[in-house]
């Protein structure tokens, strides 16, 4: 089994911490984003890992091949972090889709306890907690039939759940859905969600929800979120 990382962002509403650092080094009570990402990926036995990189690639390289001298780092660059979506960053990984894979965005702190779970899983899952408030802005699954229909921000019927971006996909599915994916970079397509390619392929491909409740998983995307985060980690 294989991880994704997707660290491609500039992480602009965490200015001024990102000005001179790639937002995964930000630290939450003395332990990075990424760290806390990756620490969770070995302890789960995945330690084949590529790591989509944008502005300070350089930084996040020389941090983490110093850190985890036992890891097998695979390195995308993405040169137009800066004017694309990650659906371009996603599918710069596409020559090394080769086994069943944890897919991962990089502003993600979650419970080990949660990745364990997925790693766990023989078919595709996504997490999904259906007791929480369904955020405006943030991803929202809708689930018909126990299963994922629709991935994004937009959706808000009575069936849409909040939905966080860590999947786990054969290989086989995960191929199918990078085909989407070239299909719509190839039309220019570049600023939109990687979701919203799935979202087109959603009937082929049985996605599941894996429900979760009380375990920590939240996005690190402002100054807010980052005092939230340090707060519940105490």
């Not at 600023?191 to 920590?216: G, R, V």
Request: charged residues 30%; glycine residues 2%.
């Amino acid at each position: 089994m294989k991880a994704i990382i997707l660290a491609s962002g500039v992480g602009k509403r965490l200015q001024p911490l990102t000005n001179n650092m790639p937002k995964p080094l930000i630290k939450i009570n003395n332990k990075t984003i990424i760290e806390r990402q990756l620490d969770a990926c070995i302890n789960c036995n995945i330690k084949n890992i590529i790591i989509t990189t944008g502005l300070f690639e350089e930084k996040l390289k020389l941090y983490l091949k110093e850190k985890y001298k036992n890891v097998n780092f695979t390195f995308v660059n993405n040169p137009q972090y800066d004017t694309t979506n990650y659906i371009y960053s996603l599918w710069l990984t596409k020559d090394y889709i080769d086994d069943e894979l944890i897919l991962i965005h990089g502003d993600l702190i979650f419970d080990e306890k949660l990745l364990k779970k997925l790693v766990e899983q023989k078919e595709n899952f996504v997490l999904i907690n259906k007791k929480a408030k369904v955020p405006e802005k943030d991803f929202k699954a809708v689930i018909e039939n126990e299963k994922v229909i629709k991935i994004g921000v937009n959706y808000f019927s009575e069936n849409a759940y909040l939905s966080m971006p860590i999947y786990k996909f054969s290989e086989k599915d995960f191929k199918r859905w990078m085909e989407e994916i070239d299909d719509e970079v190839k039309r220019g397509n570049l600023k939109i969600y990687a979701e919203d390619a799935f979202n087109k392929i959603s009937n082929e491909i049985t996605l599941k929800p894996l429900y979760y409740t009380e375990e920590l998983c939240m996005e690190i995307d402002t100054i807010e979120d980052l005092g939230k985060a340090k707060k519940m980690l105490k």
